[in-house]
């Protein structure tokens, strides 16, 4: 009798052991699937943001419709900020920079509302360096105004290097 129990014992250990298994077989590999798909789904996801990445100065991107030539205002007013601060005129290089950022604003806005962030994303260092400079003139300090419009420079002229230099047919 006792060798029947123990049989029976071992018996009933070996099918919940092999159930257990069976079952813990079938649960991982219906995961497998599952897996792969939010493999494909991060894949996807970093594919499209590439692209986006990609496109935004080229292609149907948010600056899409921006060229060099739009951004010959910004430039301006930065080159009359330089030779007012030249003649110690920080007030016209004060103004020249507000006008600059506003031209910027202008910019984000014609891109369209569902743009404009991604836009101002794109400007944010060369209003920056703007906001920089005004603050260095209000608290007086026309050299390093100076140096700061030098960085203002470089980082309009990083964003319009991506740009293409004036759409075909337009004569600005």
Known sequence: MKSNRALIT???????AT?????????????IPLL???????NATASTTNQTAGNQTQGGGPMANLTQADFELVRDNLNTARESLQTNDTTAAYDAMNTAGS????????????????????????????????????????????????????ELFKLTQQLPPEEDGEGE
């Open 10 to 16: 071992i018996l009933a250990t070996t099918v919940l």
């Open 19 to 31: 159930t257990v298994l069976a079952t813990t077989i079938a649960f991982v590999v219906t995961q």
């Open 36 to 42: 792969d798909q939010q493999a494909v789904a991060q």
């Open 103 to 154: 031209e910027l604003f202008g910019l984000a806005n014609d891109q369209g509302e569902q743009n404009m962030e991604a836009v101002m994303q794109q400007f944010k260092p060369i209003q920056d360096s703007i906001g920089s400079i005004r603050d260095t003139l209000r608290n007086g300090d026309a050299a390093n105004a100076l140096q700061q419009l030098n960085t203002a420079d470089e």
